[in-house]
Nanobody, 127 residues
Framework: QLQLVESGGGLVQPGGSLRLSCTAP????????IGWFRQAPGKEREGVAC????????NHAVSVEGRFAISRDNAKNTVYLQMNSLKPEDTAVYYC????????????????????WGKGTLVTVSS
């Protein structure tokens, strides 16, 4: 069974940057579209960004558009979430999730479309 591992979270000051990574040791991620999701304390989980299996389809939530960028390097079996201009309201546990696909198609940012989830990495934006 696919196991996703997130890394790169931590404490950062407002305006700072972090890059999250999502890997799947022992598996080939290019068979999956990937989504990044986050859940802040007391709030529902929300989609942040998604990328199709070959990277031809990318989407970002309005709340992070222009600040966050999802990308993938299938040769390194890794999906990234570059987060810039971070705000306190970006504080959350960030999860990557995988949607098994058989053709290249538009990516989805809905949690019920995802087949596998990582355990998450905490991002705290605070001065």
């Amino acid at each position: 069974q696919l196991q996703l591992v997130e890394s790169g979270g931590g404490l950062v000051q407002p305006g700072g940057s972090l890059r999250l990574s999502c890997t799947a040791p022992g598996f080939t991620l290019d068979l999956y579209a990937i989504g990044w999701f986050r859940q802040a304390p007391g709030k529902e989980r929300e989609g942040v960004a998604c990328i199709s299996s070959m990277g031809t389809s990318i989407n970002h939530a309005v709340s992070v558009e222009g600040r966050f960028a999802i990308s993938r390097d299938n040769a390194k079996n890794t999906v990234y979430l570059q987060m810039n201009s971070l705000k306190p309201e970006d504080t959350a546990v960030y999860y990557c999730a995988a949607d098994r696909v058989w053709v290249e198609a538009m990516c989805k940012m809905r949690d019920y479309d995802m087949d596998y989830w990582g355990k998450g990495t905490l991002v705290t934006v605070s001065s």
